[in-house]
Nanobody, 123 residues
Framework: QVLLVESGGGTVQAGGSLRLSCAVS????????MAWFRQAPGKEREGVAT??????TYAESVKGRFTLSSDNAKDTLYLQMHSLKPEDSAMYYC??????????????????WGQGTQVTVSS
């Protein structure tokens, strides 16, 4: 059974940093791909970054500011966020998928989701 639990959200001023964590269980790292998504009120869920076998890819909107990493020994996925902007404010979700295109940023390619953690960036 796959279980994803996010933590680390909060409120930060523009230009600040946050690190999100996702505790993972039930994932086969050699076959399953993982990602962070975000969703702001009234907007569609947006893929932020994805990783498979240790190699991440990023949405253009966060490239150079966010870093996705995984510590398989600790069963934890991280999203380090720097230079945060008010438009980064959203609920952030950890997701896992299998059987679909790896490194996908489409939410429909993911099978499992965490409950989310809120990030608010004030101007």
């Amino acid at each position: 059974q796959v279980l994803l639990v996010e933590s680390g959200g909060g409120t930060v001023q523009a230009g600040g940093s946050l690190r999100l964590s996702c505790a993972v269980s039930g994932i086969a790292y050699s076959h399953d791909y993982m990602a962070w998504f975000r969703q702001a009120p009234g907007k569609e869920r947006e893929g932020v970054a994805t990783i498979f076998t240790g190699f991440p890819t990023y949405a253009e909107s966060v490239k150079g500011r966010f870093t996705l990493s995984s510590d398989n020994a600790k069963d934890t996925l991280y999203l380090q966020m720097h230079s945060l902007k008010p438009e980064d404010s959203a609920m952030y979700y950890c997701a896992a998928g299998h059987g679909g295109p790896r490194w996908s940023l489409r939410s429909s390619d993911y099978n499992y989701w965490g409950q989310g953690t809120q990030v608010t960036v004030s101007s």
